[in-house]
């Protein structure tokens, strides 16, 4: 896992680091003062930073996205308390990316890491359909799959809304080959399962958001 909520113009663009005053540098704090021990674990295991700087990937994840997301601006919340926010753009982001395994997505095509044949871009595209009914973004760093990105429309607020999987707006291919893409093992022992909804909880925002 890479990235978290993101709510976008609908064009591929979107705001960043929307309030200063909420540019917490105590994440894993907040989650363990809130006592959601099982969704930090799941962190630190799914959504470690290659750095081996797990918080400040974290406080850099909540102050550019998560702070730019309207309905987790403390003013939306019915007897907020401090902080609570954070632990909902979290929850929902560990939620959404439980239930996106791209690895097995593609692996029900056929489309599996490997270091001695290449994937098209439609064959690649095409798995990544018919798991979701959607399409993804899919980017690369030159020939090699880097990412996937997932769209939604929020009916709601983030923390209780429907997430409605939707064709992504705005963004192409992303530098990726028509042909000829390497999808490299990247040599992990474990690979993300489905979280309870306890260990997930609740989360909040308006709009078309993607999980990475």
């Given at each position: ?200 909880g609740s989360a909040t925002a308006t709009g078309t958001g993607g999980l990475f």
């Open positions: 896992m890479r990235q978290a909520d993101r709510p976008d113009f609908c064009d591929g663009n979107y705001n960043q680091y929307c309030d200063e005053s909420r540019q917490y540098t105590n994440i894993t704090q907040i989650l363990e003062a809130y006592g959601r021990h099982a969704l930090l674990a799941y962190m630190r295991t799914y959504w470690a930073d290659d750095g081996g700087d797990d918080e400040a990937f974290w406080e850099h994840e909540w102050g550019k996205h998560g702070t730019c997301i309207s309905t987790l601006d403390p003013d939306c919340y019915t007897n907020y308390t401090p902080q609570e926010e954070v632990v909902d753009f979290f929850a929902q982001a560990v939620h959404l990316f439980s239930g996106l395994n791209t690895y097995e997505f593609l692996a029900a095509d056929g489309i599996l890491p490997t270091n001695s044949t290449t994937y098209s871009y439609d064959a690649i595209m095409r798995a990544l359909n018919r798991a979701t009914g959607v399409n993804a973004t899919i980017e690369c760093e030159g020939d090699v799959l880097d990412e996937v990105y997932y769209s939604f429309d929020v009916r709601g607020s983030v923390a209780n809304g429907e997430f409605v999987a939707q064709n992504p707006v705005g963004e192409g291919t992303d530098g990726c080959p028509v042909e000829g893409i390497w999808y490299v093992p990247k040599n992990l022992s474990t690979y993300p399962t489905p979280v309870s909804s306890s260990a997930a």
